[in-house]
């Protein structure tokens, strides 16, 4: 049944794949396919992965549309017309490297100063200013901030971070830590391996 569902999609699904293939956000888009695409998507091939992709995560449309946006609104819009995006999950005008997922996505609000590579984020996230700042938080690489995390305020937070569920972070976090609670705690891995 999957299959036949590719296959009756094939027209949309090749037009947006072409487009992306033509763009200069192609780097990025193809790396953050790279993370969309685990479990039985991986090694089918680069236009097999991308179709399956954009026909079963919502989140990686988003993704896409927002990379596509960087470049033409005009193709950000045809995107949308031939595959929806989530209306509750919002990626505002940020810097953000290649290698961005996002899982679920419900609630989720990205709106950072920037964002290095590898970034992972869960349903019911939100980044951005707090009422104290006009600055939205620098995020550094290999990130990932779990389920209802708040992110906010003008601060760093350093490279290989883990922000727990719920944690509520308004204060620089360093590199290789791993970060939860409500007012937020900091374990430091001092080592500096990957928390």
Known sequence: MKKLFWIVNLPRTLLIYLLTKNSRQ??????????????????KGPYRTFSEVILFDKCFRNVLEFRMKKESK???MMLRVF????????????????????YHGHGT???????????SVWQGVTIGKNVNSEMAPTIGNNVSIY???VVAGNITIGDDVKI???AVVMQDVPDHSLVFGNPCQIIKNNNGRKS
């Open 164 to 166: 727990g569920a719920g």
């Open 26 to 43: 192609r780097a990025l888009i193809f790396k953050d396919l790279e993370r969309f695409a685990y479990g039985e998507r991986k090694n």
């Open 74 to 76: 005009i193709k950000a």
């Open 109 to 119: 609000v990205i709106a950072a100063h920037k964002i290095g590579e590898n970034f």
């Open 147 to 149: 389920t209802n995390a």
């Open 83 to 102: 595959f929806p995006i989530k209306k509750d999950m919002e990626i505002g005008r940020c810097d953000i490297g290649g290698g961005l997922v996002c």
